[in-house]
Nanobody, 125 residues
Framework: VQLQASGGGLVQPGGSLTLSCAVS????????TAWIRQAPGKERERVAC????????YYADSVKGRFTISRDNAENSVYLQMSSLKPEDTGVYFC???????????????????WGQGTQVTVSS
């Protein structure tokens, strides 16, 4: 299984950015994918995750209402649309995946089997 993240960059506060994660190698659609960010000096944070269906999602409080995670099973890709970006959104964003069959109503999975490389997001004026 391989995950390839892309789409990071430099954006001004209040701006928007969309990250993409190409997933290959899973032999079924039953997996959850998360976007996890690592900011300097801060703990790693699971900002959003999505299951097999687009309605099975969870967002961290810090990004709720500003970020949208989506998944295209036909394209084997997961996206993170980020809007109203703040300087505190700065960090390296990783996509990660794990085989998963449950609900993401209350939280994202704690552990992930497969990780992509990170993509840097910098929010600064």
């Amino acid at each position: 299984v391989q995950l390839q993240a892309s789409g990071g960059g430099l954006v001004q506060p209040g701006g928007s950015l969309t990250l993409s994660c190409a997933v290959s190698g899973f032999n079924s659609d039953h997996y959850a994918t998360a976007w996890i960010r690592q900011a300097p000096g801060k703990e790693r944070e699971r900002v959003a995750c999505i299951g097999r269906s687009g309605g099975n999602t969870y967002y961290a409080d810090s990004v709720k209402g500003r970020f949208t995670i989506s998944r295209d099973n036909a394209e084997n890709s997961v996206y993170l649309q980020m809007s109203s970006l703040k300087p505190e959104d700065t960090g390296v964003y990783f996509c990660a995946a794990v085989a998963f069959y449950g609900s993401l109503r209350t939280r994202c999975p704690n552990t992930y089997t497969y990780w992509g490389q990170g993509t840097q997001v910098t929010v600064s004026s």
